[in-house]
């Protein structure tokens, strides 16, 4: 989750100038980066140096689904070619976050692993994949810090990409200066406020799909 809502300049680069391919999302001040992979783009990612680096990686599946896979590896574009090759995973955009001076461990991986899929249940954004809560390893309180500051970091790299995996939903109780959208129409009674993301359907609308 973004703890602080504050003026920051995220950079994203296109590598190969498609801006639905390969999109490469940092934050100018920090290290760590976030790179956003089309399942079709896996072999031009494994070409890349940070496909070789431990990474965290999330799966994401289509719009329809919203399905949500969290993982890390030592070798990071290895693993995503397993998952590629792997039919009856259906997901479509592998999201890597590594690091610009390739220093994150084993150990870093394994604990943002367990800590993203904490705050992933917690958001209920995605339907999430993942049996069990990873295997968060012993961490030096100085190596969680860290671990912590590259989450919050990953977290806002990955909404500004379009993914804000680890921001809680929207609270459905509108306040008296927002306008509540009202649909009653046969059978369908469904209520909606707008929202910095779209529509918001509010709870206890009732329609017949």
């Known amino acids: 989750m973004i703890s602080q809502k504050r003026p920051r300049t995220i950079q994203i680069f296109l590598p190969t100038g498609d801006p639905a391919g390969i999109r490469i999302a940092e934050k100018t001040t920090s290290i760590i980066r976030v790179i956003e992979v089309p399942r079709s783009d896996i072999a031009e990612f494994v070409k890349m140096p940070e496909a070789k ?22 070798d990071v574009g290895a693993r995503l070619t397993q998952h590629h090759k792997d039919e009856k995973k259906d997901w479509e ?43 968060k390893p012993h961490t030096p309180i100085p190596l969680k810090a860290d671990c912590d500051e590259i989450h919050e970091i990953g977290s806002l790299l990955l909404a500004t990409l379009g993914y804000p995996l680890f921001e809680p939903l929207t609270d459905q109780s509108p306040t008296q200066a927002e306008q509540v959208c009202v649909c009653n129409r046969a059978s369908v009674n469904a209520k909606g406020i707008h929202t910095n993301e779209g529509m918001v359907v509010l709870k206890d609308s009732a329609s017949p799909y």
């Open 53 to 74: 680096q431990v990474g965290l990686y999330f799966l994401v599946s289509g719009d329809s689904k919203d399905e949500l896979y969290v993982g890390q590896s030592g």
């Open 93 to 135: 955009r592998a999201l890597v976050l590594v690091s610009l001076t390739n220093n994150l461990t084993q150990t870093h991986a394994l604990y943002l692993e367990s800590l993203s899929i904490e705050k992933a249940r917690q958001c209920q954004r995605y339907e999430l994949l993942n049996g069990n809560g990873g295997q």
